[in-house]
T-cell receptor, first 115, second 114 residues
Framework: DQQVKQNSPSLSVQEGRISILNCDYTNSMFDYFLWYKKYPAEGPTFLISISSIKDKNEDGRFTVFLNKSAKHLSLHIVPSQPGDSAVYFCAASGYYGGSQGNLIFGKGTKLSVKP | DSGVTQTPKHLITATGQRVTLRCSPRSGDLSVYWYQQSLDQGLQFLIQYYNGEERAKGNILERFSAQQFPDLHSELNLSSLELGDSALYFC?????????????FGNGTRLTVT
C-alpha cells in the first residue's frame, strides 16, 4: 500500500514556463514533507521541505505548497530551466510511536524541460 | 558532492552469492540509512543506524543485514542473492536521528544478479 503517491511518471515543460509536480499521501500522521531531485547516475539531492504547520515554503525558483485537508502537496518551479530536468521524489515522515518515523518516498516524476 | 561515499559503484554477481556494500557517511553525520530502488519503484527504506546502534528497520529481508562500525562507516550484506535483488542501493546520512533533517545520499551501488 503506497502511502506517498506521485501519479504522474513524467512531465514535459517548455523552458521559462512553470513546472508543477504533484504528490498525494494517505497517512494523516505525516507531518514533514520533502522534495528530492535526482540526476542519472547520482543519488537524490535534497531540494526543499515543508512542515505540516505551514502551507507554503519558498526557496528561490522552488515553492512547495501543502494542502493538509486534501493530503496533497505540490512543487512549483518557476521559471523552469533545462538544468531542472531530473527525477523528482516526494517524501514524507511522521512523528508516531514516540519518534520521528523514517522517510517514505514516492516513485518519482521525471521532469523534462525543453529549450 | 554530498560527501557520502559508496563503494563499489557497480556489482555483478550470480544468484546464491553474497555481497557487501560499503558506505562512508558525511563527516559529522551519525545516522546512516540504507535504501533500495528497484526498477520503476521509489526508494524503499531498509534500515537505519545511529552511532553504531540499529535505530529502525524497514522492508529489509532476513537475507540482508547491516552494521555500523565505530568509525561510523556502514556495510550492507546481501546473501543468497536472487534475481529480484537486482537494484540500486543507496546509502544516506544525516546529523541526527530524526528523519525530518534532510538526508544526504551517496551515488548508489548498482547490483546486478545474473
Amino acid at each position: 500500500d503506497q502511502q506517498v503517491k506521485q501519479n504522474s511518471p513524467s512531465l514535459s515543460v517548455q523552458e521559462g514556463r512553470i513546472s508543477i509536480l504533484n504528490c498525494d499521501y494517505t497517512n494523516s500522521m505525516f507531518d514533514y514533507f520533502l522534495w528530492y531531485k535526482k540526476y542519472p547516475a547520482e543519488g537524490p539531492t535534497f531540494l526543499i521541505s515543508i512542515s505540516s504547520i505551514k502551507d507554503k515554503n519558498e526557496d528561490g525558483r522552488f515553492t512547495v505548497f501543502l494542502n493538509k485537508s486534501a493530503k496533497h502537496l505540490s512543487l512549483h518551479i518557476v521559471p523552469s530551466q533545462p538544468g531542472d530536468s531530473a527525477v523528482y521524489f516526494c517524501a514524507a515522515s511522521g512523528y508516531y510511536g514516540g519518534s520521528q518515523g523514517n522517510l517514505i518516498f514516492g516513485k518519482g516524476t521525471k521532469l523534462s524541460v525543453k529549450p | 558532492d554530498s560527501g557520502v561515499t559508496q563503494t563499489p559503484k557497480h556489482l555483478i554477481t550470480a544468484t546464491g552469492q553474497r555481497v557487501t556494500l560499503r558506505c562512508s557517511p558525511r563527516s559529522g553525520d551519525l545516522s546512516v540509512y540504507w535504501y533500495q530502488q528497484s526498477l520503476d519503484q521509489g526508494l524503499q527504506f531498509l534500515i537505519q543506524y545511529y552511532n553504531g546502534e540499529e535505530r529502525a528497520k524497514g522492508n529489509i529481508l532476513e537475507r540482508f543485514s547491516a552494521q555500523q562500525f565505530p568509525d561510523l562507516h556502514s556495510e550492507l550484506n546481501l546473501s543468497s542473492l536472487e534475481l529480484g535483488d537486482s537494484a540500486l542501493y543507496f546509502c544516506a546520512s544525516s546529523v541526527g536521528i530524526a528523519s525530518n533533517s534532510p538526508l544526504h545520499f551517496g551515488n548508489g551501488t548498482r547490483l546486478t544478479v545474473t
